[in-house]
C-alpha cells in the first residue's frame, strides 16, 4: 500500500499496530538488557525462547497490517453517517447505564473496602496511600463470586464497561448531570483501590483514559476535519501522560514503602544503571522485575515443563474455575505455570507472561499462528472503532490495550472473572454482527 498524506485515517490505524509491536519489543529488550540479569548463563533454549518471542511479536504485527483494508480511507468517508447514528443510539442508552455504572461502583467499593459509607471510604483511601504497604498486606483477599456482590458484579459488568468506555468517548455530547456521575464513578474506583494499596484498579483506569483519547485523537484526522485543535482538546490529549507520571509516582511510593527503599546494588554497579541516582533504584529495580518476571518464568516453562493440554481454556483461571465447578477437574495443574511451582516458583505469587498462559493450550510453537490470528482482530478491531465509532469496538480497542500492556506480566484480560466474562459476551456480540 502507498499513502500520500501522513494524516489520512488509514495513517493512524498503521500506527496503533506499530506502537504496539513497538512496546513489545521495548519490554522484550529491557528484559534482555536491564538492570536485573536474569539469567547469567544462556544455553540453545534460551535463544530459543527468545527467538519465539520475536516471532510472535511479527506474527502479531503482520496479521495486523495484512489485514487493514485496502479501500480504508473510502469506508472512513463513507461510514460518516454511520458514526452519527451509532452517536446517536449510544448517548441515549448512556442515559440509563450511566446509573448503573455509578451504582455497581459503590457496591464494590463498599464490599471490598469494607466500609458503610462514602466518608469512611474516603478516609479508608487517604489513609491506604500514606501506608499502602499495611493495607496492601491486610486486605482480604477471600473470593466474593458466589456473594450477592459477586452476581451483580458477573451480570452488570458488561454494561459498567461499556458505559465508562463511551460516556468518556461521548464525553462533551452527554449532559452536565452525567459527566459529574461518570466523574463520580471513577472517582469512587480509585478511592476503593486506594484503600486496599492495589493496582489493578489504577491501571485499568490509565488504560480506559488512554484507549479511548487513542480513538478520538485518531477517529478525526485532522486533514479530513480540522487543521487546530482547541485548547481543551489538548488538554484532553496531555491527560494520559500526566495520569501515567501520577501512577508512576503512586507506584513508587508503594513500592518504597514495601520493601523499605530496599534494592539490590549489584543490579546498579555498571554503567548505565550506575548513573540511576540511589533514592529511585528501589522503583527501577521494581519496575523491571514487574515488566520482564514474566519473560523469565517463560524461558523456565519451555525449559523445564511438559505439555499437558487444558482443553483450550488454561489461559484463563476465570474459565478453569467455571469448568472444575461444573466437572470436578482441575486443569489449573496441567498450566505450565503451575507447573513451575515444582521448580520453586509459586504461580500465584510471580508473573507468567500471556504466553506461558496460552502455551497451555496451544503449545510454544502455536501460539505463532495465533498471535497471527490475534493481530486480525485488533485490526478489525481498530478499523471499526475508528471509521464507525463502534461502541462494541470501541470497548474491545481498551481491553486489547490492557491486553498489550501486560502480556509480559499475565493473561490480564481473560484471567479475572468480570473481564473475561465481559470480554466473551463483547466478542460473541461483535462475531454475531454482520460486518463483524
Not at 67 to 79: D, H, M, Q, T
Request: hydrophobic share 45%; proline share 3%.
Amino acid at each position: 500500500m502507498s499513502y500520500t498524506n501522513n494524516n489520512t485515517p488509514v495513517r493512524y490505524v498503521e500506527r496503533i499496530g506499530l506502537y504496539s509491536f513497538i512496546f513489545m519489543l521495548m519490554v522484550l529488550l529491557l528484559f534482555l538488557f536491564g538492570p536485573i540479569p536474569w539469567s547469567k548463563e544462556h544455553d540453545l533454549l534460551d535463544f530459543v525462547g527468545i527467538f519465539l518471542l520475536l516471532s510472535y511479536f511479527i506474527s502479531f504485527y503482520k496479521g495486523y497490517r495484512n489485514n487493514i483494508p485496502n479501500n480504508f480511507n473510502a469506508i472512513y468517508v463513507n461510514r460518516k453517517f454511520q458514526r452519527i447514528d451509532n452517536r446517536k443510539i449510544t448517548i441515549r442508552l448512556l442515559k440509563v447505564t450511566i446509573w448503573i455504572s455509578l451504582i455497581v461502583t459503590v457496591l464494590n467499593a463498599f464490599e471490598y473496602a469494607g466500609v458503610r459509607s462514602f466518608s469512611e471510604l474516603f478516609y479508608k483511601a487517604l489513609y491506604g496511600l500514606n501506608n499502602a504497604a499495611e493495607v496492601y498486606y491486610e486486605k482480604d483477599v477471600s473470593s466474593r463470586a458466589g456473594t450477592f456482590i459477586g452476581f451483580i458484579n458477573l451480570f452488570f459488568q458488561p454494561v459498567v464497561f461499556w458505559s465508562l468506555a463511551l460516556s468518556l468517548f461521548y464525553f462533551k455530547d452527554i449532559s452536565i448531570l452525567h459527566k459529574i456521575i461518570i466523574v463520580s464513578t471513577l472517582s469512587i474506583e480509585l478511592l476503593r483501590w486506594f484503600a486496599i494499596g492495589t493496582n489493578k484498579g489504577l491501571v485499568d483506569i490509565i488504560g480506559l483514559i488512554i484507549s479511548i483519547a487513542i480513538i478520538v485523537k485518531w477517529k478525526t484526522p485532522p486533514s479530513y476535519i480540522q487543521k487546530k485543535r482547541s485548547l481543551k482538546e489538548r488538554i484532553f490529549f496531555l491527560l494520559p501522560f500526566a495520569l501515567i507520571f501520577l501512577f508512576l509516582l503512586y507506584f513508587t511510593a508503594a513500592i518504597d514503602d514495601r520493601t523499605d527503599s530496599s534494592y539490590t546494588p549489584s543490579y546498579f554497579s555498571s554503567y548505565p544503571y550506575n548513573l540511576i541516582p540511589v533514592g529511585l533504584r528501589s522503583s527501577v529495580e521494581h519496575i523491571n522485575s514487574y515488566l520482564t518476571q514474566g519473560y523469565y518464568n517463560m524461558l523456565q516453562c519451555f525449559k523445564y515443563c511438559d505439555f499437558d493440554w487444558t482443553c483450550g481454556i488454561g489461559n484463563s483461571r476465570f474459565l478453569m474455575g467455571v469448568f472444575e465447578g461444573i466437572t470436578g477437574m482441575n486443569l489449573f495443574e496441567r498450566t505450565y505455570p503451575a507447573q513451575l511451582q515444582y521448580f520453586g516458583v509459586d504461580p500465584l505469587a510471580s508473573w507468567h507472561s500471556v504466553y506461558s498462559w496460552f502455551a497451555s493450550d496451544l503449545t510454544f510453537f502455536g501460539i505463532i499462528p495465533f498471535m497471527y490470528f490475534i493481530g486480525k482482530c485488533y485490526a478489525k478491531v481498530v478499523c471499526s472503532a475508528i471509521a464507525e465509532a463502534d461502541s462494541i469496538s470501541i470497548v474491545l480497542f481498551y481491553f486489547f490495550v490492557l491486553a498489550i500492556a501486560n502480556s509480559s506480566c499475565t493473561n490480564y484480560v481473560l484471567a479475572y472473572t468480570n473481564m473475561c466474562s465481559a470480554t466473551i459476551i463483547f466478542v460473541i456480540i461483535k462475531m454475531m454482527r454482520r460486518n463483524g
